[in-house]
């Protein structure tokens, strides 16, 4: 047993930190807001050049093979980050194809995606209604409760949500119907499944840096003639934040481990609760200039709530943490 | 990374469970905080030590199985999911025992472990003073230099475990002209019925007497009895509160079992239609989960020749918080018994309800956690 990321898969987090970190991400996260995506594209070139999306197609079809820890750790980097974009979505669309095993399918589809140069949106049983970023993807791929895996004709307007870079939009029903079945169900359970570790990866990523904005600000903001920072109420605070964010940290690995729907499930409610929590530290400890959409600091915050939510509730998570147990 | 025991740890979860569930009394024993309790509490430290059981992590030659901190985790799961007694003698493996595999001579370690292992001395914590708890470098009692040792005077409180433990053990003021107040402090081990000690066990919320005062008026302790250098007693100190909100006092285990009970009382008395209630009992199952491998992941940096510091101070927070929850949700799906004093879940609520204050304050841990791993200023506490 060693329960520690390998040094090659702590490499590759590395690398894409720092590619990450060398990019200017606000930019283009404020561009893809105003329905611009050309430097949120240009920003997915340059990451899915480190093979991120390679990790959730099979080998025979330009991919890694299946590598949720590798996956998930490059996730927690494009959290951290900020990055715009349906690269949850993406990597769902890639995992549904290489597990449906439909060869014709995985030949048309597999390459682009793993390559990240055609990035997918799709909505699948038990998520929600809206495909996300169907405006900025090469693909929207729609699984009926049925079994029916379609690729949509389109989609209706994008509708803004509470993070302006996230857009939603219902797909039009119809389409070319791609395949049917059990199989086609199957693989869209697995799918969601890792849409759900990969929201989690994600989640942790905004906490993290969420906290450590909000740590830098306290060390330099004064008031009353000294750093906020040094105020108990403010460092208990600042405390708490990080046990949520550490304590979320092995719940991600377990999962990206054994992909049990169980431990997927108390992965993403323990880490999408802990970046709100951060979420809403920052907000409070930055005050008033934190509550403007000027500041950075918004990008990330304005993305905590809808993160905890996507691909499962913390109330869904919940439910399915103790229907595990209780099988 | 992988969370695979090897065939060797494995092979040791199976001997250990198949010993417990020989063992493990068929009906709970008294409240170790009773005095019949702390006897009947005492033989199953005898039991447990005689198969070799007691402190599996220590070295063989001290009675233990000299196995690394992965099979003694597997050995907590499998303690505390046999549902076995609480350890009367936790205070010494726990917190004396790092503390003398650390800093002490070998005639220290020979004389005194033995006889921890098998129960035949129970040991006391006798850290705090009235006016000295999470300030503890202010406290006030003094060993003072005699012939062939030490005098004590002063009074300690809080002393958990003393209302009918053996020995104690703690940190005395030797130098009081020292100039910072962390200076001068010697550790060092005393009995408690030698002349000059007076015992007043003090009921804690429930009643039970779970700690003492100890007046203490020139009670003799042998320079043999002194642990390290006198004046570096601070030091010493801190390295075994490290380990007392580290991994060792509450293991993983204990939760998982926690919350395996939960569950099962969730499944016979849960509303269905009580989703509030519900969520809580997933969030018991989830934080067990958290807390199991929080640990390993630390487990793991041990191995790999890390150690670690104030990140103790995050284990402390977590598991202290945790506890109550679960136990507070136990005690909602109870309904109407859940204010039964003799009810199974009324003494765990109890005693769940001290972990945010000992092994030094929640607020105290939090502000080490802002101070050294987040690197806030130092402030006024």
């Known amino acids: 047993m060693r329960f520690l990321p390998s040094e090659e898969q702590s490499d590759f987090a590395r690398t894409l930190r720092g590619l990450l970190a060398a990019s200017d991400v606000p930019a283009a996260v404020r561009a893809w807001g105003a329905g611009d995506h050309a430097p949120g594209k240009e920003l997915w070139a340059r990451f899915a050049a480190t093979g991120l999306f390679a990790l959730a197609a099979d080998e025979a079809h330009e991919g890694m093979g299946l590598m949720p820890l590798e996956l998930a750790g490059g996730f927690v980097e494009l959290g951290r980050a900020g990055v715009p974009g349906p690269v949850v979505e993406t990597a769902a669309a890639a995992v549904l194809l290489t597990r449906l095993g439909d060869e014709a399918l995985a030949k048309r589809f597999l390459p682009g995606l793993a390559a990240g140069e055609t990035p997918a949106t799709l909505t699948l049983p038990g998520g929600g209604p809206y495909a996300l970023d169907a405006d900025a993807a090469t693909h929207l791929f729609t699984v009926s409760p049925a079994g029916e895996l379609r690729l949509a004709p389109g989609a209706g307007p994008p509708r803004t949500s509470i993070d302006p870079a996230r857009r939603l939009a219902l797909p039009d029903g119809g389409g070319e119907l791609l395949a049917a079945g059990p199989a086609v169900t199957a693989a869209a359970r697995d799918a969601a499944d890792w849409a759900r570790l990969l929201t989690a990866a994600q989640c942790l990523g905004t906490g993290e840096a969420l906290l450590a904005r909000t740590v830098e600000y306290a060390k330099q903001r004064t008031q009353f003639g000294t750093a906020i920072g040094a105020f108990q109420a403010v460092k208990h605070r600042l405390a708490d934040t990080l046990i949520g964010l550490e304590f979320a940290r092995p719940l991600l690995w377990a999962a990206a481990l054994s992909l049990d729907p169980g431990e997927v499930a108390a992965a993403k409610l323990t880490a999408g609760e802990a970046a709100y929590a951060a979420a809403m530290t920052a907000l409070q400890l930055h005050g008033a200039v934190g509550y403007t959409e000027e500041l950075d600091l918004s990008l990330w915050l304005r993305k905590a709530r809808p993160l905890r939510d996507a691909w499962g509730s913390p109330s869904q998570c919940r439910a399915a943490v103790l229907q595990e147990r209780l099988r | ?381």
């Open chain 2, 1 to 381: 990374m992988d969370l695979n025991h090897s065939a060797d740890v494995e092979a040791f979860r199976a001997e250990a469970r198949d010993w417990l569930a020989a063992h493990v009394p068929a009906t709970p024993l008294p409240s170790l905080e009773t005095r019949e309790g702390f006897a009947a509490h005492r033989e199953w430290e005898a039991l447990l030590h005689s198969a070799r059981w007691a402190v599996v992590s220590w070295p063989e030659e001290y009675g233990g199985r000299g196995v690394d901190i992965e099979h003694w985790l597997v050995f907590e799961e499998e303690y505390w999911a046999a549902g076995a007694p609480g350890r009367v003698s936790q205070n010494g493996i726990n917190l004396l025992a790092p503390t003398l595999f650390d800093h002490a001579t070998g005639e220290q370690r020979a004389r005194v472990l033995p006889s921890m292992a098998s129960g035949r001395t129970i040991w006391a914590q006798a850290w705090s003073e009235p006016e000295s708890g999470s300030d503890l470098a202010s406290l006030t009692s003094r060993a003072v230099r005699t012939e062939g040792g030490w005098l004590l005077s002063g009074q300690k409180t809080w002393s958990s475990r003393a209302a009918f433990a053996d020995r104690a053990f703690g940190i005395f003021r030797t130098d009081p002209d020292a100039p910072k107040p962390h200076q001068g402090l010697t550790y060092l081990m005393f009995d408690l019925r030698a002349p000059g000690v007076t015992v007043r066990p003090i009921g804690r919320l429930d009643g039970k007497p779970a700690f003492a005062e100890l007046f203490l008026d020139e009670v003799f302790v042998p320079d043999a009895d002194v642990i390290g250098e006198p004046g570096q007693g601070w030091r010493i100190a801190m390295s075994t509160t490290g380990n007392e909100r580290g991994l060792t006092l509450r293991a993983p285990g204990r939760f998982l079992a926690a919350a395996d009970r939960l569950v099962d009382l969730w499944h016979n008395l849960g509303n269905p239609a009580d989703t509030a209630l519900r969520d809580r009992v997933a969030d018991a199952v989830v934080g067990a989960r958290a807390y199991q491998l929080f640990t390993w992941a630390n487990a793991s940096r041990f191995a790999a020749g890390e150690t670690i510091g104030a990140e103790s101070s995050l284990n402390k927070v977590f598991w202290s918080r945790y506890d109550i929850a679960l136990h507070e949700s136990a005690l909602d799906l109870l309904g109407p018994d859940a204010e039964l004093a003799d009810g199974e879940w009324a003494e765990p609520w109890i005693f769940s309800l001290a972990g945010p204050i000992y092994a030094g304050t929640n607020e105290i841990q939090r502000d080490i956690i802002a101070e050294r791993l987040l690197g806030l200023p130092k402030g006024r506490r």
